[in-house]
């Protein structure tokens, strides 16, 4: 595994956004989720975006995801311009620098947990061998050396989503996207699976945007920034 990136050690930022606008139509009227947003996220930073609900963090994290398309503003990934790139290029970008960790893991039950961790370097073109190599790498990071053959379903919750952690750095992601990662589960659990997740962020340096409600979760990372009527504030 290459050296962990630290934040501030002169890398192009892992993520900037600038002027990012977003809305949508409803009917005659028109919502203006994000009124031109800025974030600047360093290579190895952990950041925590948190908001009131509805305020616009999943549209923000779909935005720097390459999910969704911004009304205007521009968006680089890695030192990469990425706003006037074709959906091919999105997607290819989409698959080769980022990783996604959502509420729920969205694991594919026919498939063991190693296999589900192989799946994004498989479809990157990689071989199996590295695959599967790779998978352990990670799973062996979350703890879970001794569950690679168990499907989701003979999985605990608390598992699972340590699965979908690992899954998302199985192509060494630039920069990682989460939202309310471990918000499906218990106090005590979630608790559990965050110390994992944090822990595999700052082995690997790899960068992240952290959607959260959990003021303590927040604490933990390097920085909070606030989302509030469309604008970014540092908490």
């Known amino acids: 595994m290459s050296e962990p ?30 009124k031109g947003v800025d974030l600047e996220i360093s290579a ?30 521009d968006l680089w990934l890695a030192g990469q311009p990425v706003s006037a790139l074709d959906d091919g290029a999105r ?14 893991h969205h694991l594919l039950p026919e498939f063991s947990a190693e296999e589900n961790v192989m799946l994004p370097a498989l479809i990157a073109g990689r071989g199996k061998a590295a695959a599967r190599a790779r998978a352990r790498e990670l799973l062996a990071l979350v703890g879970l050396s001794e ?16 699965v979908a952690i690992a899954r998302a750095f199985a192509n060494q992601p630039d ?17 559990q699976v965050f110390k994992v997740f944090i822990e595999v962020m700052r082995n690997t340096g790899r960068a992240a945007l ?10 933990a990372m ?8 469309g604008r970014l504030a540092a908490a």
């Open 175 to 191: 920069l990682l996207l989460a939202d309310e990662p471990t918000g499906n589960l218990d106090p005590a659990t979630a608790d």
């Open 91 to 104: 997607t290819r970008l989409r698959r080769d620098r980022l990783g996604f960790v959502f509420q729920f």
């Open 5 to 34: 990136a630290r934040p501030g050690d002169g890398l192009a930022p892992a993520l900037k956004l600038a002027g990012i606008a977003h809305g949508y139509r409803q009917g005659t009227a028109r919502l203006d989720v994000l």
């Open 210 to 219: 952290i959607a959260t409600h959990n003021p303590v979760l927040a604490a």
């Open 44 to 73: 190895g930073e952990i950041v925590a975006l948190t908001g009131p609900s509805g305020s616009g963090k999943s549209t923000l994290l779909h935005i720097a995801g390459l999910l969704e398309q911004a009304t205007s503003g």
């Open 222 to 229: 390097d920085r909070t920034v606030t989302l509030a009527d």
């Open 147 to 162: 569950r690679l053959d168990h499907r989701p379903g003979e999985l605990s919750g608390g598992e699972q989503q340590r």
